[in-house]
């Protein structure tokens, strides 16, 4: 069985700072997405990775994939008050794209 | 221009119910998926269709019925509710599926269940 784990769960951080969501998964998929999620909304496709050491930015948020050691990171830059959300990363269990493993997500605060 | 729609966004009932959700995408996409959400935000699928043919089941009980009229639409029946059923169950679509798949998914807003 496929499990995702992320770490950490929740992540308070003050405005202009660094930080790196993880995203391990525990068998072998070459597609992975962030998706982000504010409270009460839907989720919000951030990136999807589709190779081993892709890498893909988008304004603050960079991310990566290393399918040799199924991890996924999720680093932001100089955060903001606007990132606060939930980022959940998902694992495309048979790179086919319609069995995609969520992990528990990051709950990301970001203060003024 | 609503991508994925899905109603209705609120439902509360009682135990022993049956009631529908409904969806509907207007991207085109071949797969449509349902996802349950639970209350500690982990996400999991119950159900994913290609061009109106199941192609997963999760192990969800049988009281859960989707039923595919087209391709645009997904459509999940719950018959017998119960309080374990109460979460935010979300419509989702995608491109194709296959090696050539890149697609993200693309999620509808979501239908808060209540039961009481």
């Known amino acids: 069985e496929l499990k995702v784990e992320q770490n950490p769960l929740f992540l308070s951080m003050q405005e202009g700072k660094n930080y790196t969501i993880y995203c391990n998964y525990s068998?072998?998929?070459?597609?992975l997405y962030w998706y982000r999620q504010d409270p009460g909304k839907s989720l919000e496709s951030l990136f999807v990775l589709l190779s081993n050491g892709a890498v893909k930015q988008e304004g603050r948020l960079m991310a990566s994939l290393d399918t040799k050691a199924r991890l996924s990171t999720l680093h932001i830059t100089a955060a903001v008050h606007d990132l606060s959300a939930t980022y959940f990363c998902a694992v495309d269990l048979n790179n086919a794209g319609n069995m995609l493993t969520f992990g528990g997500g990051t709950r990301l605060m970001v203060k003024p | 221009d609503t991508a994925v729609s899905q109603t209705p966004k609120y439902l509360v009932t009682q135990m022993g119910n049956d009631k529908s959700i409904k969806c509907e995408q207007n991207?085109?996409?071949?797969?449509m998926y349902w996802y349950k959400q639970d209350s500690k935000k982990f996400l999991k699928i119950m159900f994913s269709?290609?061009?109106?043919?199941?192609?997963i089941n999760e192990t969800v009980p049988n009281r859960f019925s989707p039923k595919s009229p087209d391709k645009a639409h997904l459509n999940l029946h719950i018959n017998s509710l119960e309080l374990g059923d109460s979460a935010v169950y979300f419509c989702a679509s995608s491109r194709m599926t296959g090696v050539s798949y890149n697609s993200p998914l693309h999620f509808g807003n979501g239908t808060r269940l209540t039961v009481t």
């Open positions: 068998t072998t998929s070459d597609r």
């Open positions: 991207l085109g996409h071949d797969t």
């Open positions: 269709y290609n061009n109106k043919e199941l192609i």
